[in-house]
C-alpha cells in the first residue's frame, strides 16, 4: 500500500511540474529601419517591379553622377530584398546595345518597367533637351536583369502630335494595355497592343488618343501643369500621379508629385475638389520640396508584404553640394503612402522624411 502511494505521489508530482512548465517564447520581430535616401550616387526616375522576391529598380540615364567606380550607365538597374537596401546590378543597354533610333546624342530617360504575359517590357524616353522629335521606345526580356532585346520605338513626337512625348507609364486594365506619357506639353493616353509593343490604332493613334491632363499639347511649356505619370489602381480607381514643377536644377529644383483619380482607366480624372485635371495647379498633393530635401518628384508605387503602399521617388538632398559632377544629383527616396478617409494619399507631412522610419514589411524569404 505505501509503495502505491509513493507511486501515486510521484504521478502527481510530475503531473504538476509539467503543467507548471513555462511555454516556449517566440523571437520578436526585428523592426527595421531606414533613413532617405536610400540608394546613393543616384537613381533618377525610379521604376520599380517585384520579381521572385526581389525588387528591381531602373533609372535614367545620368550624366557623370556615378564617379569612376561606375562610369556612365544606359538605364541602370538596381536590386533589393527590402526596398531599403539597393544594390546595383547592371544596365539594361550598353554604349555598343543603346538605341539609336532618335536624334544624335538623345539619352536614355524615363524608364517604365511592366510584366506583360510571361515578358518584361522596358519602355523608354530616347530625347535631348529641348529636342523637337523625342519619342518613347521599348525593348523586352525575360527576366528584370535582361539581356534586353530593343524593339524600336513605339510613338514618336512628331507622328503622333504631342510635342515632348516622354516620360510613359504602361498598365492592364480591364483586358487592355494603355500607355500614358507626356511632358508639360500635354498628358496624353492611348491603347496598345496585347503585347505591349505598338499602338493599337497604328497610325490613327494621332487621331485616336485621348487628354488626361494639364493643358492641350498645342499651348507653350508651363511648369504648373505636369509630366511624369504613373497609373496605380486601388479598391475601385485609377489614381494618376503627376509631377508639376522643375525637375532638374538642383537645390532650386519646384518638383512636386500631385494625384487625380478616375474609374475608367482614360479619365476623366478629377482632384479632391472635384476639378478635372485639365489644367493648372490640380491635383492633390503627396509629396512637395523640404529644407532637407527639394525637387522630389517622378514616382513608382509598390506594396510590401503588410499590402502597404510605398512610394518611390528622387529627390535632391540640401546636405550636399547642389551639383555633383556635371549636373545635379538626384538620389533615390522612399517613403509610405498614408490614405486619408476619402482615399487620398500623401506622404506623412506632405514632404520626404528625414529621420529614422520603420522600413516596409517584407516576409522572410523561404
Not at 28 to 37: G, Q
Not at 153 to 170: A, C, G, K, M
Request: charged content about 15%; aromatic content about 14%.
Amino acid at each position: 500500500m505505501k509503495k502505491l502511494y509513493a507511486v501515486f505521489i510521484l504521478l502527481f508530482s510530475v503531473i504538476v511540474l509539467s503543467s507548471c512548465k513555462e511555454e516556449p517564447t517566440e523571437e520578436p520581430i526585428e523592426t527595421k529601419t531606414y533613413l532617405n535616401p536610400v540608394y546613393e550616387p543616384v537613381l533618377a526616375d525610379p521604376s520599380v517591379i517585384r520579381h521572385e522576391g526581389i525588387y528591381y529598380a531602373f533609372g535614367t540615364q545620368d550624366y557623370g553622377q556615378w564617379g569612376d567606380e561606375y562610369g556612365v550607365k544606359y538605364t541602370p538597374i538596381l536590386s533589393s530584398e527590402d526596398l531599403v537596401t539597393w544594390t546595383y546590378e547592371t544596365s539594361a543597354f550598353t554604349l555598343q546595345s543603346r538605341p539609336t533610333w532618335g536624334t544624335p546624342n538623345a539619352g536614355l530617360w524615363a524608364p517604365d518597367i511592366v510584366k506583360i504575359g510571361d515578358t518584361f517590357n522596358l519602355y523608354y524616353s530616347l530625347s535631348t533637351w529641348g529636342d523637337p522629335n523625342p519619342g518613347i521606345g521599348v525593348a523586352t526580356a525575360n527576366h528584370p536583369l535582361g539581356p534586353w532585346t530593343d524593339q524600336g520605338p513605339i510613338l514618336r513626337s512628331l507622328s503622333i502630335e504631342v510635342n515632348n512625348s516622354i516620360d510613359p507609364t504602361v498598365f492592364e486594365a480591364e483586358g487592355k494595355v494603355y500607355m500614358i506619357w507626356g511632358s508639360f506639353r500635354g498628358i496624353y493616353g492611348v491603347e496598345l497592343t496585347s503585347d505591349g509593343l505598338a499602338l493599337k490604332d497604328g497610325d490613327q493613334a494621332a487621331n485616336t488618343k485621348t487628354l488626361i491632363a494639364g493643358l492641350d499639347t498645342s499651348t507653350s511649356w508651363n511648369a504648373a501643369t505636369y509630366e511624369a505619370p504613373y497609373i496605380l489602381k486601388k479598391d475601385n480607381y485609377y489614381y494618376l500621379f503627376l509631377s508639376s514643377g522643375t525637375c532638374c536644377d538642383g537645390h532650386n529644383s519646384t518638383y512636386n508629385v500631385r494625384v487625380g483619380r478616375s474609374t475608367n482607366p482614360m479619365g476623366p480624372f478629377i482632384d479632391h475638389d472635384g476639378r478635372s485635371m485639365l489644367g493648372t495647379y490640380r491635383g492633390y498633393q503627396v509629396v512637395l520640396s523640404s529644407s532637407y530635401f527639394k525637387g522630389p518628384g517622378h514616382n513608382s508605387v509598390v506594396q510590401d508584404d503588410n499590402g502597404d503602399y510605398w512610394m518611390l521617388y528622387h529627390a535632391f538632398d540640401t546636405s550636399e553640394a547642389s551639383n555633383f559632377g556635371n549636373s545635379p544629383r538626384r538620389s533615390l527616396m522612399i517613403d509610405l503612402l498614408l490614405w486619408d478617409e476619402a482615399g487620398w494619399p500623401s506622404v506623412l507631412g506632405t514632404m520626404p522624411s528625414n529621420n529614422e522610419q520603420v522600413a516596409p514589411f517584407i516576409a522572410p524569404r523561404t
